[in-house]
């Protein structure tokens, strides 16, 4: 049986989770609370369960990729499914097929889920109105990275009992990254104070209409925060021009050692990994007990277990 033949009727979830931006605050809190039943998997001596027996997950990356490729992996085989990573650079892309005939080739293999990365924005829901397998966007461009924004709630949830209400601080490269996007849209619809802060060569156009704060002083901005995500400068996508140097970045807006020591014990640190250790953050601070950026790397695995399971329309299950 197929992914749509099996208690979809059921669900009220999604048919593909493309980004953030398209889910409602219910769907979200849905999410986290799943991964708090998928998160038990760990504790147990076989850690699975079978909710996707029989069914096929295709990760189909076009960008490099080890938290996020490997975390999908490991939550679909943690639900039964079986798994496909796909090698681009030795697949018929090289070849010159297109990506809609890269997707169509997997659908008539029999592929339920495809779960794709792409540099380009826009790519996962062309691959949604195209084939007819369920569509998971793994970061798109500088656009989104859906699953990464929900395992920041979850893991901010998690370490302090809420998201409402709190003050969340990004600071970086908002620009390029597609993870300050997706946290944004989740932290804002589940009631959280969401502020940014960096060089204004790095921050987006009509970025206040996402309702967020800008800071133009690192500082200041830590004193405010709650939670601090600090995101990874994106040397690969960006021209000369941006930045004087990676050296005065850090002086000004990276998480040093003597910031770290003069934030709260409560603080939380966060980061989506890979981290430029000595640049934007140092290695002390992500090494701190008050840095959840193992943790983040564990929650992942859940958070996207949650994910698939809710889009295979088998809700209320779990236990």
Known sequence: MRAGDRGEARSTWPRHLLGLA???????????????????????????????????????????????????????????ADVVNVAVAQSSVVKGESLVDTARTYQALGTDYLVVRHASAGVPHLLARTVQVRVLNAGDGAHEHPT??????????R?????SGLNVLIVGDVLHSRVARSDIWGLRKLGAHVAVAGPSTLMPVGLETLGVRRFDRL???????????????????????????????????????????????????????????????????????????????????????????????REGEAG
Do not use: C
């Open 22 to 80: 398209d889910l409602g605050p219910d769907a979200i809190e849905q999410i986290l609370e799943t991964a708090d039943a998928m998160r038990q998997v760990f504790d147990r001596p076989v850690k699975k369960f079978p909710t996707l027996r029989g069914r096929v997950v295709v990760n189909l990356f076009y960008e490099p990729s080890t938290r996020t490729r490997t975390s999908f992996e490991l939550a679909a085989k943690a639900l039964s």
């Open 159 to 163: 370490r302090k009992g809420r998201i």
């Open 219 to 313: 500082d200041e901005a830590l004193e405010w925060a709650e939670v601090i995500n600090v995101l990874r400068i994106q040397r690969e996508r960006m021209q000369r021009g941006y930045l004087p140097s990676l050296r005065e970045y850090r002086l000004r807006w990276g998480l040093t050692d003597e910031r770290l020591r003069r934030l709260p014990e409560d603080v939380l640190i966060m980061h989506p990994g890979p981290a430029n250790v000595g640049v934007e953050i140092d290695e002390a601070v992500l090494v701190d007990g008050r840095s959840a950026v193992a943790e983040q790397v564990t929650n992942g695995v859940a958070v996207r277990m949650a994910v698939l399971y809710l889009m295979a329309g």
């Open 148 to 157: 990464q924004g929900l395992l920041d709630l979850y893991t901010i949830r």
